[in-house]
């Protein structure tokens, strides 16, 4: 049973969050956290409150059919971001053409399982 959490529509591009989703894949969750914490990104602060929504989600006993976990018993097997819809704008250019700016958008999924199902 893997529990998640989404943030759809992130307003960074999908390639910079990548980066550091790279580090926390296949890390416990409180390592991860911590791992996140000191980390200068902004996809960094972006990924910490997802993964602390996924680690929420592992306390609720209403979403997980009564059973509660704590957040060393779990471990971060899924992270995936993904590319968003894009904003286009248009910049003008000389000559009277325009050249198109594309302002990115990301998916960010977490998600987690306990270390005794891993």
Do not use: C
């Not at 999908?14 to 991860?32: E, F, M, N, P, S």
């Not at 059973?67 to 000389?94: C, H, I, W």
Request: aromatic fraction near 4%; hydrophobic fraction near 40%.
């Amino acid at each position: 049973m893997a529990m998640q959490a989404t943030h759809k529509g992130a307003r960074i591009s999908a390639r910079k969050v990548r980066l550091v989703a790279d580090l926390v894949r296949g890390k416990y969750a409180d390592d991860a956290l911590n791992i996140l914490k000191y980390q200068p990104q902004r996809g960094a602060r972006m990924l910490e409150k997802v993964l602390q929504s996924a680690v929420g989600n592992a306390q609720d006993p209403d979403q997980n059919g009564g059973r509660s976990y704590r957040v060393e018993d779990l471990v971060v097997t899924n992270v995936q971001v993904g590319p968003g819809p894009m904003f286009k704008r248009v910049r003008p250019r000389a000559r009277g053409m325009a050249f198109m700016i594309k302002k990115r958008t990301s998916h960010i999924s977490v998600g987690l399982t306990p270390i005794d199902q891993v």
